[in-house]
């Protein structure tokens, strides 16, 4: 089960990194950034709450619309919360401190090439 876990982490993190970059519009709904991360719209809510999130904006029936700020802000959160591991009291302090991530790799087969390996390693270390 340990194993299943290490692989499936990694696979999360190929998966669902946000191309800043690459946001064409200026708002999105909660129901696409939800898709872009990979997470329920509910735990956007939850971090929008528990990390004093702002929404710049919502549309007259009073849904959430987020800016590229907004986005931005919630993937550092993502990286944190789910790809570092942190508690959410834990990415409390590190966002509040100030505390960095990894700079990542700029292009995405850097990124597959860098987690296959690591997946590679694993494996071999399993067989032996």
Not at 2 to 31: A, C, D, P, W
Not at 37 to 61: H, P, Y
Not at 65 to 81: G, H, M, Q, R
Request: without cysteine.
């Amino acid at each position: 089960m340990q194993n299943y876990n290490y692989f499936r982490k990694q696979l999360v993190f190929i998966m669902t990194k946000i191309e800043i970059e690459q946001l064409s519009k200026l708002y999105y709904t909660i129901g696409e950034v939800s898709k872009m991360m990979g997470v329920n719209q509910s735990l956007l809510r939850f971090w929008e709450r528990e990390f004093n999130l702002t929404v710049a904006k919502k549309n007259n029936k009073g849904n959430r619309l987020y800016a590229v700020k907004e986005i931005t802000e919630i993937n550092t959160i993502y990286d944190f919360v789910k790809r570092q591991g942190y508690t959410i009291e834990g990415a409390k302090k590190a966002i509040k401190g100030g505390v960095s991530l990894p700079a990542s790799p700029v292009n995405k087969n850097e990124i597959l090439i860098d987690q296959l390996e690591k997946i590679k390693r694993k494996l071999v270390e399993l067989k032996q």
